[in-house]
């Protein structure tokens, strides 16, 4: 048996000690029960006001399963209810996030499929949702997609961001967002006035990884925003649930730019959102993007877990170096100023090779990731630890402000 295998093995049967397999297997079957993802493709039109789409229950709209902010120019993929009966499609032309009578739309009875069109051609002002009359459409009737927030109140300190909460993300996927502590939130009353930064954490991590970091920016006034997502779900669903988060809270709150800050697996996923910004003409501007002890090779390791573990973690297949997801990262060059961060130190016994302890140096320097980056900096700290790093904050800020528009 080789070396490989062996510890293929041995990290398999330590993970199952934790009796995390059955959960997450019935996590999974829930989750494809429950949901499916659907390609969303919008034909031409001159309507430049924004279009929604709303997932219904019944043809009055008494019931709304979700909401999402549609991309009018590129191919929307989204979660729906396999429950849904009905998909809204019009224009909010007030902007509000509610259906007024004379905005035109269109009602498109759902079925089991992997794409559906909208035609704005065939929107009309004739027939009365009585269902939807007043409601702020953000508020879901689902008691799943109603626990994602958006926009909500919460401090860092909060008892929703402790890290005793990060392995439910991992192996209880489903369970995390229907206890209602995921979701895009704000760590301070919102202010239009203030520069805002997003922090994205990494797998089982938590908001409560970027305290030191929040702290200090806040006192240098900062806005911020966290997005706390279930780390056990494909990244692709991640990245896409980040993209419409902000989609959403842009048109709301008005939100005109972002600092984008991420740490390991937290990178790949605002890798794949600046990606998908680059063909959305109307996503969110993001001044900078800094990204902290990132695999952007993959991890060698997920292909163990992939290899032998009883039930697969869907973000594991994406982390695999080979995966697709890892093989498309740079299909899309972004724009965007990049703080490429590495961290290391001294490698364990197990690990041969050159790491933080936890990622591969290889994978944070990948040569795609480095020919792209503004600036970088190596830290010699561990793959956590650095987050507390001063250098780093220093450093951070001092990009952010050499990028910030005068």
């Known amino acids: 048996m080789g070396v490989r295998v062996a510890i293929g093995l041995m990290i398999v049967f330590l993970l199952s000690a934790c009796s995390g397999f059955n959960q997450l297997r019935s996590n999974l079957d829930e989750l494809e029960n429950t949901y499916q993802t659907v390609d969303i493709q919008v034909e031409p039109s001159d309507n430049e006001a924004p279009l929604l789409l709303v997932a219904l229950n019944d043809a009055n709209g008494k019931e709304i399963s979700n909401l999402w902010l549609v991309d009018k120019h590129n191919a929307n993929r989204m979660l729906i209810a396999k429950s849904t009966q009905y998909l809204l499609a019009f224009f909010d032309d007030n902007g509000d996030f509610k259906r007024q009578q004379d905005e035109p ?40 997609m109603r626990q994602f927030r958006i926009g909500a109140l919460a401090s860092i300190d909060d008892v929703r961001f402790d890290l005793s909460q990060a392995d439910l993300g991992l192996w209880q996927p489903m369970e995390q967002v229907k206890s209602g502590i995921t979701g895009l939130y704000f760590v301070d009353e919102y202010n239009a006035h203030k520069p805002m930064v997003l922090f994205v954490h990494g797998m089982k991590g938590s908001p409560r990884n970027f305290q030191s970091i929040i702290r200090k920016v806040q006192a240098e006034g ?185």
Request: aromatic share 10%.
């Open 105 to 144: 739309y269109q009602l498109i009875p759902f079925k089991a499929t992997s794409t559906i069109t909208i035609a704005p051609s065939k929107f009309n002002r004739t027939q009365v949702l009585s269902g939807l009359n007043g409601r702020d459409l953000t508020l879901s009737d689902d008691p799943i």
């Open 222 to 406: 900062y806005q911020v925003l966290v997005y706390y997502y279930p780390s056990g779900l494909s990244l692709d669903t991640i990245s896409d649930g980040l993209f419409e988060s902000l989609a959403v809270a842009q048109h709301k709150y008005a939100v005109k730019r972002i600092h984008l800050v991420a740490h390991s697996m937290g990178g790949l996923i605002s890798k794949a959102f600046l990606n998908r910004c680059e063909v959305a003409p109307n996503c969110i501007e993001v001044t900078s993007f800094t990204s902290v002890s990132t695999p952007f090779q993959g991890v060698k390791s997920a292909e163990a877990g992939v290899a032998y573990a009883p039930v697969v973690v869907p973000a594991w297949q994406d982390l695999q170096p080979s995966s697709e997801f890892i093989k498309q990262l740079y299909s899309v060059t972004s724009k965007t100023p990049h703080l490429l961060v590495f961290s290391y130190q001294l490698t364990g016994i197990i690990n041969s090779e050159s790491s933080d302890g936890v990622i591969a140096l290889s994978s944070q320097l990948d040569s795609r990731a480095q020919l792209l980056a503004t600036r970088m900096l190596g830290l010699p700290l561990g793959h956590v630890n650095v987050l507390d790093s001063e250098m780093l904050y220093e450093q951070m800020l001092t990009f952010w402000r050499d990028n910030e528009p005068d």
